[in-house]
């Protein structure tokens, strides 16, 4: 088994950075496929980034995030800059051994409990 806690949200102006921070423990996931999907109210979660041996990022992040991971924390990282409104949502970490495609939910075991991200205009 494995678990995720995702830290690092909060409130920020747009233009604002964060980094988001995803500790796996259970075992180590070095190997695992691990992503950042994000929900805004209303709306269904959707793929924010992922990291395996490259990176993946959905077309309205590009250029202004950047997923990274330190195996030897066995923790995941976000690092959000230029934030806008729309980027506000709760984010979640998300981890399994393998991935068929990395925008699908169902396609990962194991999730955090999400962390807030409200960026204000």
């Known amino acids: 088994q494995v678990q995720l806690v995702e830290s690092g949200g909060g409130q920020v102006q747009a233009g604002g950075s964060l980094r988001l921070s995803c500790a796996a423990s259970g075992r180590t996931v070095d190997d695992y496929y691990m992503s950042w999907f994000r929900q805004a109210p209303g709306k269904e979660r959707e793929f924010v980034a992922g990291?395996?041996?490259?990176?993946y990022y959905t077309d309205s992040v590009k250029g202004r995030f950047s997923i990274s991971r330190d195996n030897a924390k066995n923790t995941m990282y976000l690092q959000m800059s230029s934030l806008m409104p729309e980027d506000t949502g709760v984010y979640y970490c998300a981890a399994n051994p393998t991935v068929g495609h990395w925008g699908t939910p169902g396609e990962y075991e194991y999730w955090g409990q999400g962390t807030q991200v409200t960026v204000s205009s």
């Open positions: 990291i395996h041996y490259s990176t």
